[in-house]
Structure formats: structure tokens, C-alpha cells
């Protein structure tokens, strides 16, 4: 193991985002925070509460994998992306490092600051609700595994994309709505019986799901579906990587 | 002695089925510069990044220090030092940063005393802190070779690394290279200034369409394919030629007032004092002389040219 070089890749990555840091951290901020004035205040003050919780607390799990989601596609897609755009690939492709020392180095990186970045809007909740969190460690144990598996899931956007475009186009396309139809503002049991059929299609719903049940132990599915289909993400996603750096897809000419 | 590289019937095939690299076969030896001359789109930027694994190789082998490149790609790649030939930089980081970088990408404990030995030595040390950004187009030249040298290669490729720069970069460049020479490195160069590979490599060879046309000792090569020209001034104007000297390779300028004899440099008689006697014996004389040894890029156009026919 290349320990010097992932530890050259995490550094240079993680400086990215301490040089950006109104881009990175003081945005996403701001943008939860307008989400708990619009939704919370303005929406919350007609709906008292669901499933006995007050909606300001019940959006805030459904807040942080919005901001979860979106911020470990978009750092760990960017990660990648840049080298290629600019041409510094070159190097990374020159090195003494295995692919997975570089997916370690790229993937940690976008992971610890989406990890980070939620834990950040986690407080910045504490201000507008009150917060209690019924299950700290699997609270955790689906922050960290949804920041690693929507990491791998960018750092394949990452690689895949040969243009600015295709970068935001899953994000944009896919992703947020998946987010916003995955019952980050609402129960399911809120929806209309063939909508709720439908909106169990949705996977994002059940990551949002075990997440909420971390909090107030309410849920919309059983949270070890949760929990096994967070684990089949992360298997998908791992093994993509694996087959993109078996074929040196994009990468290697 | 074990080559530091050894490529053999290395073939290299794009996706697009266009052929840029054909059965290429070389050995470079440790400790020595070799310049790799050719036309635009010849192959050679294909050659080094094969050799150093940021293009997959179609067939063939290539060997450093006697490990494939494949096989054992971390130990192979650790002797590997690259300047590309694109200035491709992190704009936003610090020279200091990305060097640092480099060294760490490359599997190297930090040294900084040995970075800071690097930027001093290509004039970068009061540009540490700067973003590369703002750098000239000279200076971050420079931040690649600085990035390329941070990890102590024992083998350095320079792609045109003094494409487009100032003569002060070039000299600086030299006088690194001349320095990685003493220490030992062996340095693949490939350059279009040709005055710049005879000034400072040991062999040269020539690609043209993927394929290695010529390897030779820089020497050698001179001496072989160099021919040497004797130019005479007359005293008075000639209209032609005399039938009496037409054994000789003779040229006569267009205002009839130069005559230039050009001699191949290997062959057993050079023809010079004869000509000099049958000039004499026929009256032509003469007011200045003056000699002209083909240079190395005499040498490539007309081997390019040999090598398209």
C-alpha cells in the first residue's frame, strides 16, 4: 500500500475545500438554512406535526441526506473530473498507485467532507429545531456509509464524464429528485395509496428512512431494508469502480 | 549490464485503429541522454507515455531496470520521472503544494530540504508561495520539471521541455540536465530544437510514423552521415562547369562566382588537394575559402525525407 500517495491525494483534496470554503461549507449552509426558514417555519406553521414529531424536526434527517447526497456526488465527481479537464491525470496515471489507493485518496477525501459538511448542518439545525437523536450510532453508521457510497457514486460521474454537461447531469437529473421525492419534506403515509407504491421505488426513500428512524425511531419502511439496501449501494458502487479500473475505462488511453 | 530500459515489438494501436507506435524495438542505457527527434505526430509523446503508463501498451514488452512495466508497475513507475510536454498544472495550488505533491504521489516520505534543493535550483524558491496561476508560461515549465524531479527519479523523460520557452529557461535547463547527468539519471529527451540534442545527448533517435527509422551514437551518426563542403570565391565568373572537374561533386552558385565541392566525411579519398591541383592546372583561381560541416538537422530532414519515400 501506497500510504504516502493517499495521503498526498486526501491532503491536496481536502486543501481544495479549505480554499473554497464559502463554496464548499458556507454554502450548503446557508442553502439548509433557507430550507428550515421556508419549509420549516413557513410550511411547518400549517403542518403541527407528523408522526408525532413537529415538521421542523421531522425534515431535518431528510435535510442533511439532501445535503449529503448532493455534496458527495459533487466533490467526488469534481475530484476526478478536474485532473482530467485540466490534464494532470497525467501524473496520477505516471504514479506508483493502484486504483484503489486512488479511489482511497479521491473517495475519502469527498467522504470526510460530506461527513463533516453534515455534521456542520446538524448543528446549524440545533439552531431552528430542537433536535433529539434516539440512535447516535446508527445515525452515524448511515451518515458515514451514505457519504462513502454517493462519494463512489460521484467519482464514477467522475470518471464517466467527458464534459462539464454529463458532470451535472446525473446530480441535477437524477439524484435531487430522487431526493426531494424521497421523502425528505413528508411521510410516505402523506401520499395517496398508488403513490405510495410508487414511492417505494424510489431508493433514496429508504436511506432517508433508516436515517430518520436514527433520530425519532419513526420510519417508512422497516429499517433493516434500510440497512440492506445502503449495503447494496455500497456494492454496487464498489463493484463499478472495481470494473472501470479493470478495463481503464476513460482513464488510460 | 541490465538497460534502465528495454522495449521490445512494442506495437501501439488507438481505439480510433490509427497505428502510432510499429514493433518499436530500443534499448537506453543507464546513465545515458538519449534525444528522440521526429515530426509533429510521430510518435514519440505515444513512446513515452507507454514507457511510463498513462497509455496501454497494444503489444509488446517494455522492461525498466530489467521489471515489466506491468507486472511491477509500482517499482517501475517509482524510477520514473515525467515532464510533459503540455503545460498541465493545478492552477489554484502553490508551487510549494503541488511539488510536495508529487513527491508524495510518488510514494516518497516528505523532504523538504530537498524541495526547497529543487525550486533553488530552477529559480522557483521566491515563487513557493505563489499560485501557479500566476506564473509565466516559462515558470510553470519550470513547476513541471520541479514536480517531475521532487520524487529523485532515476529515469527523467523531458517532452519538448524547452518547447516555447525563454533562452534563460533553456540554459537553466541544460545546466539541470548536465547536473542529473553527473548523478547518474538517465534522461529520454524529445526536443525539435536540434541544435539543443546535439549540444547535450549521447545517442539520438529518430521516429517517423511510429517507427523507430535510426538509433545511433550522436557521433557516430555525425561522422557516418555529416558531409563537409568546401566553398570556394573566385576571382572571375564562371559560366559552367569544366568538363575537367565534372568527377567532382561541384555546385556552381548562380552568379557564377562560387563553386562548392561537397565531400562525404567516410570516404577514403576526400578529393580536396586534387581539386585544389586541377583548379590550378586549369587556371581558376580563387579569393576566399571556406568550409561547412552538415549539421544534425541536415542529417534528420534528409533521413525523414529517405524514410517517406
Known amino acids: 500500500m501506497n500510504f504516502y500517495a493517499v495521503k498526498a491525494i486526501y491532503k491536496f483534496e481536502m486543501a481544495r475545500t479549505f480554499r473554497t470554503l464559502l463554496q464548499s461549507v458556507v454554502s450548503p449552509i446557508v442553502s439548509t438554512s433557507l430550507y428550515f426558514i421556508v419549509f420549516g417555519s413557513a410550511i411547518g406553521s400549517r403542518i403541527q406535526e407528523v408522526d408525532g414529531i413537529t415538521y421542523g424536526s421531522f425534515i431535518v434527517p431528510g435535510l442533511l441526506m439532501l445535503s449529503l447526497l448532493t455534496q458527495s456526488v459533487a466533490n467526488a465527481s469534481f475530484g476526478i473530473y478536474f485532473p482530467k479537464f485540466t490534464g494532470t491525470i497525467y501524473e496520477l496515471l505516471s504514479a506508483p498507485v493502484s486504483m484503489r489507493e486512488v479511489v482511497l485518496g479521491y473517495v475519502g477525501a469527498a467522504a470526510s467532507k460530506s461527513l463533516l459538511l453534515g455534521l456542520i448542518i446538524l448543528a446549524t439545525a440545533g439552531f431552528f429545531v430542537p433536535l433529539q437523536i434516539a440512535h447516535p450510532f446508527a445515525m452515524l453508521f448511515f451518515l458515514i456509509l451514505t457519504c462513502i457510497t454517493f462519494s463512489l457514486l460521484g467519482f464514477i460521474i467522475g470518471i464517466w464524464a467527458d464534459n462539464f454537461e454529463k458532470l451535472q447531469l446525473i446530480p441535477l437529473l437524477v439524484i435531487t429528485p430522487l431526493v426531494f421525492l424521497g421523502g425528505s419534506f413528508y411521510s410516505v403515509d402523506m401520499l395517496p395509496g398508488f403513490w405510495q407504491k410508487v414511492a417505494l421505488l424510489n431508493p433514496v426513500l429508504y436511506l432517508i428512512s433508516g436515517f430518520r428512524w436514527s433520530f425519532y425511531e419513526i420510519s417508512d419502511v422497516n429499517v433493516g431494508i434500510s440497512v440492506a439496501m445502503i449495503l447494496l449501494f455500497l456494492s454496487m458502487a464498489i463493484f463499478t469502480v472495481w470494473r472501470i479500473f479493470k478495463t481503464g475505462y476513460q482513464l488510460r488511453k | ?255 557564377g562566382y562560387e563553386l562548392t565541392y561537397t565531400f562525404d566525411t567516410q570516404g577514403e579519398r576526400l578529393g580536396v588537394t586534387a581539386l585544389m591541383d586541377e583548379l590550378k592546372s586549369i587556371n581558376i583561381s580563387f579569393k576566399d575559402i571556406d568550409t561547412k560541416k552538415s549539421s544534425l538537422e541536415e542529417i534528420f530532414v534528409q533521413l525523414v525525407e529517405e524514410s517517406q519515400q
Open chain 2, 1 to 255: 549490464m541490465t538497460p534502465a530500459i528495454c522495449i521490445k515489438n512494442l506495437n501501439k494501436v488507438y481505439d480510433s485503429g490509427f497505428q502510432a507506435l510499429r514493433n518499436i524495438n530500443l534499448d537506453i542505457k543507464s546513465g545515458e541522454i538519449i534525444a528522440l527527434l521526429g515530426p509533429n505526430g510521430a510518435g514519440k509523446t505515444t513512446l513515452i507515455s507507454t514507457i511510463c503508463g498513462i497509455a496501454m501498451p497494444t503489444s509488446g514488452q517494455i522492461l525498466v531496470d530489467g521489471l515489466d512495466i506491468q507486472k511491477d508497475y509500482r517499482l517501475t513507475r517509482a524510477k520514473i520521472g515525467l515532464v510533459p510536454q503540455e503545460l498541465t498544472t493545478d492552477a489554484f495550488e502553490t508551487v510549494w503544494n503541488t511539488v510536495s505533491f508529487s513527491r508524495g504521489l510518488f510514494g516518497k516520505a516528505p523532504k523538504p530540504a530537498l524541495i526547497e534543493q529543487v525550486l533553488k535550483d530552477l529559480s522557483l524558491w521566491d515563487k513557493k508561495d505563489n499560485m501557479i496561476m500566476t506564473l509565466s508560461g516559462g515558470m510553470k515549465r519550470r513547476v513541471l520539471i520541479a514536480k517531475a524531479l521532487s520524487h529523485e527519479p532515476e529515469i527523467l523523460f523531458l517532452d519538448e521541455p524547452t518547447a516555447g520557452v525563454d533562452v534563460e529557461l533553456r540554459k537553466d535547463m541544460w545546466a539541470v540536465i548536465n547536473t542529473l547527468r553527473e548523478a547518474g539519471v538517465t534522461i529520454i529527451l524529445t526536443t525539435h530544437y536540434i541544435e539543443e540534442a546535439e549540444g547535450i545527448a549521447d545517442r539520438i533517435g529518430i521516429i517517423n510514423k511510429g517507427e523507430i527509422i535510426l538509433i545511433e551514437d550522436k557521433d557516430t551518426l555525425m561522422r557516418k552521415l555529416g558531409k563537409k563542403s568546401v566553398i570556394l570565391q573566385l576571382r572571375e565568373k564562371l559560366s559552367t562547369i569544366p568538363h575537367s572537374l565534372t568527377a567532382y561533386d561541384l555546385h556552381l552558385s548562380d552568379d
